[in-house]
């Protein structure tokens, strides 16, 4: 009997403590339901990094999105229709909005990561980011991102902003080149040396790629992209040894697409 009488008082405090708890949910949202948004706070998580988005741009999306916040009850606005109209700008890659009981509206942005910079010889520009996501240049802001140049043309229209690889699925195509472009550039963003040693890279009229260092006056011929890592792995063992005696501006060509060999051409000298 004593242990029934038990297991009802702990019933009876249970049923209580839910009881307290619901009612306090329920003045909770009540209040809620008076608070009005008056402010609103926008943090760019990566901002030191890439500038493609601003704080003021978050207002003006929400603007032209239909979607308002000052004045209204915070319990009536739409979070996640905000989110999903930050995430449909090819530039951010996530985005999370909440509302506070003191009437804040909190919206923090991931930016995406530019790994290069795009230039078609059809005339189009456009970032492709870590992710395979191809991002259109926006705001007049640069990312300080290796550049692709010449012989390259898009498959897809000039209005295009998404994943290239669910183009490339969704429209039966295989573009290797941009695949080989994009493998490319994540080793480059990868790598602490190559991220800060290659500048430009160019696609001549044979399919061949050039490279332009950050430093030195040279150009380097990687052949195809072939073995990419390895001759690069070959390059790097090079600079270590070899240009710290003779300098970097000694040679004029480095050319990687000979197998195993590094061959070098230097640099004329010319009398005046």
């Known amino acids: 009997m004593k242990k029934i009488g038990n297991i009802s008082l702990i019933a009876a405090l249970l049923v209580a403590a839910v009881a307290g708890v619901g009612a306090t949910l329920l003045h909770v949202r ?48 739409s979070t996640r229709e905000m989110e999903k109209a930050l995430t449909e700008r090819s530039l951010i890659r996530q985005a999370n909005v909440y509302t506070t009981a003191d009437g804040t509206l909190h919206v923090t942005v991931v930016q995406r990561k530019p790994i290069v910079r795009v230039y078609t010889d059809n005339g189009q520009s456009f970032y492709i980011d870590d992710e395979g996501f191809i991002i259109r240049p926006y705001s007049g802001y640069t990312s300080n991102v290796p550049i692709a140049s010449g012989r390259i043309t898009a498959p897809f229209e000039s ?45 001549t009229a044979q399919g061949k790629v050039e490279l332009v260092p950050r430093v030195g006056a040279n150009i380097i011929h990687l052949g195809s992209f072939e073995n990419f890592e390895y001759k690069l792995h070959k390059l790097e063992a090079m600079y270590e040894k070899g240009m710290s005696l003779k300098g970097w501006n000694a040679y004029e060509v480095i050319d990687l697409s000979f197998g195993n060999q590094v061959v070098c051409r230097k640099k004329l000298i010319t009398k005046s």
């Open 30 to 77: 009540r209040q809620a339901d008076k608070v009005l948004c008056t402010n609103i706070r926008v943090v760019i998580a990566d901002s030191s990094v890439n500038r493609f988005v601003r704080k003021e741009d978050i207002p003006a999306i929400f603007r032209r999105s239909g979607l308002t916040y000052f004045g209204k009850k915070v319990s009536e606005i």
């Open 159 to 203: 209005s295009f902003r998404g994943s290239m690889f669910a183009f490339f699925e969704e429209k039966k195509k295989s573009d290797a080149l941009l695949r080989q472009l994009y493998a490319f550039a994540s080793y480059l963003n990868e790598n602490v040396f190559w991220q800060a040693q290659v500048e430009q890279l160019y696609i």
